[in-house]
């Protein structure tokens, strides 16, 4: 059986810095991609970076250059390095990863203080 295991939220100032990590428990065929989403109180969830299987990163435009993602191929874990945080960051964060089928985490809380 899989399992995410989301570690490294918390609390921040603005200005901030935190740092997420996904492990993945258990074993995934042809992993595509590995990524994260988030999801703030009232809101649905919504994508928020993505490394691919080449390495390629992509990112949704209010975190680009502020959020960096990794992966460590070595021990399957994604990173997600968050800096200058803002309030509107606030959210849930949700580990993914697109193999044969898709797999998430449990979410860990990111909030941001003004």
């Known amino acids: 059986q899989v399992q995410l295991v989301e570690s490294g939220g918390g609390l921040v100032q603005a200005g901030g810095s935190l740092r997420l990590s996904c492990a993945v428990a258990?074993?995934?065929?042809?992993?595509?991609?590995m990524g994260w989403y988030r999801q703030a109180p009232g809101k649905q969830r919504e994508w928020v970076a993505t490394i691919t299987s080449g390495r390629t990163t992509y990112y949704t435009d209010s975190v680009q250059g502020r959020f960096t993602i990794s992966r460590d191929y070595a021990k399957n874990t994604v990173s997600l390095q968050m800096n200058s945080l803002k309030p509107e960051d606030t959210a849930v964060y949700y580990c993914h990863v697109r193999g044969q089928y898709d797999y998430w985490g449990q979410g860990t809380q990111v909030t941001v203080s003004s």
């Open positions: 258990g074993s995934i065929e042809s992993i595509n991609a």
